[in-house]
């Protein structure tokens, strides 16, 4: 495809969505005759009035080279489904992006597994993303979510945190990060653990609407996708069907009755999705290699004492308080404070605050 400047000016335009601005390519063939096409060759396209107006108005005002000069000089690349590096699995779904803007270094083709789920994430459900995208950053996916505040936000600071590759997926553009509190996150994920993505221009305000196209993206990259808790009408589940409809995975981990976050991942069961415990039932399904995750938990398995042994028996199923696990061992304090501060910082435990502690 010649002529990039004019294909992102174009992309700019809001109202061409991805099917309307490939007709319109496939029509005129060289984005820079689309761009300068009169209204009526437009309209005979099926191009909306409104959209043909402001495509007319923003010809006046926008040049597409010097357009495209300040995407590059602001650190965005680009990659367009013309090119022979976008992503496979992604040009495989009903309607993928035309470009896609990044940061980071991406590694498009590379297996991926999106993890989703609340934003209003509990003890319980960051207990169990840490665990699962853990056991399958470790296996080597990429760990691809949408970097919104709860299940998304835990899952890339796991995989980032285990030295693994993330990919982010925004609802608007990379000059307007969303939420704002996790603009550290992003930048620390370009700057070397995958990459920040997205399809709208770099400009673009992250608005509601943007989500479920933004949600399209993460499960067309991915093999799968894994669903920690969610409420009934939570946008994981979109993200879960069009899974479904582009033909994926579909995961769901369970989670306590009494909490409403499980309702969602309950309906996708329910609905067919595999209903799984560990990261290793994933890797199964997949069919990927799982030596590393099996490693890494051998290995921890063999470093423990006796001492740090009995805890995590006494932790398996469920979490407890200090006091509990000191009195079922008949530890004294002092002595479970330092064997658990040392599980913490070894990563075999976790505390849930208010001197509640659970198996990592």
Request: hydrophobic share 40%; net charge neutral; proline share 6%.
């Given at each position: 495809?010649?002529?990039?400047?004019?294909?992102?000016?174009?992309?700019?335009?809001?109202?061409?969505?991805?099917?309307?601005?490939?007709?319109?390519?496939?029509?005129?063939?060289?984005?820079?005759?689309?761009?300068?096409?009169?209204?009526?060759?437009?309209?005979?396209?099926?191009?909306?009035?409104?959209?043909?107006?402001?495509?007319?108005?923003?010809?006046k005002k926008l040049d597409p080279e010097t357009y495209?000069?300040?995407?590059?000089?602001?650190?965005?690349?680009?990659?367009?489904?013309?090119?022979?590096?976008?992503?496979?699995?992604?040009?495989?779904?009903?309607?993928?992006?035309?470009?896609?803007?990044?940061k980071g270094e991406p590694d498009w083709d590379k297996?991926?597994?999106?993890?989703?789920?609340?934003?209003?994430?509990?003890?319980?459900?960051?207990?169990?993303?840490?665990?699962?995208?853990?056991?399958?950053?470790?296996?080597?996916?990429?760990?691809?979510?949408?970097?919104?505040?709860?299940?998304?936000?835990?899952?890339?600071?796991?995989?980032?945190?285990?030295?693994?590759?993330?990919?982010?997926?925004?609802?608007?553009?990379?000059?307007?990060?969303?939420?704002?509190?996790?603009?550290?996150?992003?930048?620390?994920?370009?700057?070397?653990?995958?990459?920040?993505?997205?399809?709208?221009?770099?400009?673009?305000?992250?608005?509601?609407?943007?989500?479920?196209?933004?949600?399209?993206?993460?499960?067309?990259?991915?093999?799968?996708?894994?669903?920690?808790?969610?409420?009934?009408?939570?946008?994981?589940?979109?993200?879960?069907?069009?899974?479904?409809?582009?033909?994926?995975?579909?995961?769901?981990?369970?989670?306590?009755?009494?909490?409403?976050?499980?309702?969602?991942?309950?309906?996708?069961?329910?609905?067919?999705?595999?209903?799984?415990?560990?990261?290793?039932?994933?890797?199964?399904?997949?069919?990927?290699?799982?030596?590393?995750?099996?490693?890494?938990?051998?290995?921890?398995?063999?470093?423990?004492?006796?001492?740090?042994?009995?805890?995590?028996?006494?932790l398996e199923n469920e979490s407890r308080h200090i006091?509990?696990?000191?009195?079922?061992?008949?530890?004294?304090?002092?002595?479970?404070?330092?064997?658990?501060?040392?599980?913490?910082?070894?990563?075999?435990?976790?505390?849930?605050?208010?001197?509640?502690?659970?198996?990592?």
């Open positions: 495809m010649n002529n990039i400047p004019y294909l992102l000016a174009l992309h700019s335009i809001d109202g061409l969505g991805p099917i309307r601005l490939r007709a319109i390519l496939e029509y005129f063939k060289d984005p820079k005759l689309a761009w300068e096409a009169n209204e009526n060759e437009l309209l005979k396209l099926g191009i909306f009035r409104n959209t043909v107006n402001l495509l007319v108005e923003t010809r495209a000069k300040k995407i590059a000089e602001s650190g965005i690349k680009w990659i367009t489904i013309f090119d022979e590096a976008y992503p496979k699995l992604l040009a495989q779904i009903y309607d993928p992006p035309i470009v896609i803007y990044y297996k991926a597994i999106g993890v989703v789920g609340t934003r209003k994430i509990t003890g319980y459900g960051k207990v169990v993303t840490e665990k699962f995208t853990k056991g399958l950053s470790l296996a080597g996916l990429t760990i691809v979510s949408g970097l919104a505040r709860g299940v998304d936000a835990q899952a890339h600071l796991t995989a980032v945190s285990e030295n693994g590759k993330t990919i982010a997926v925004m609802g608007g553009g990379l000059n307007n990060i969303f939420p704002p509190e996790n603009r550290g996150l992003a930048a620390k994920i370009a700057d070397n653990f995958g990459a920040v993505i997205s399809e709208f221009p770099p400009n673009y305000p992250s608005l509601p609407g943007n989500f479920p196209a933004r949600n399209r993206i993460i499960s067309g990259l991915s093999l799968g996708v894994l669903v920690i808790e969610a409420a009934e009408d939570s946008g994981s589940l979109i993200t879960a069907r069009l899974a479904l409809e582009q033909g994926r995975e579909v995961f769901a981990v369970p989670g306590p009755i009494t909490s409403d976050l499980s309702k969602g991942p309950i309906d996708l069961i329910r609905e067919g999705a595999r209903i799984v415990f560990s990261p290793e039932e994933i890797l199964e399904e997949l069919g990927i290699n799982r030596v590393k995750s099996l490693e890494s938990r051998v290995k921890n398995e063999r470093d423990l004492s006796e001492e740090e042994r009995q805890i995590l028996e006494v006091d509990e696990i000191g009195r079922q061992l008949n530890f004294p304090s002092p002595k479970i404070s330092a064997l658990l501060l040392k599980m913490e910082i070894s990563g075999l435990v976790e505390s849930m605050g208010a001197g509640i502690y659970c198996k990592k």
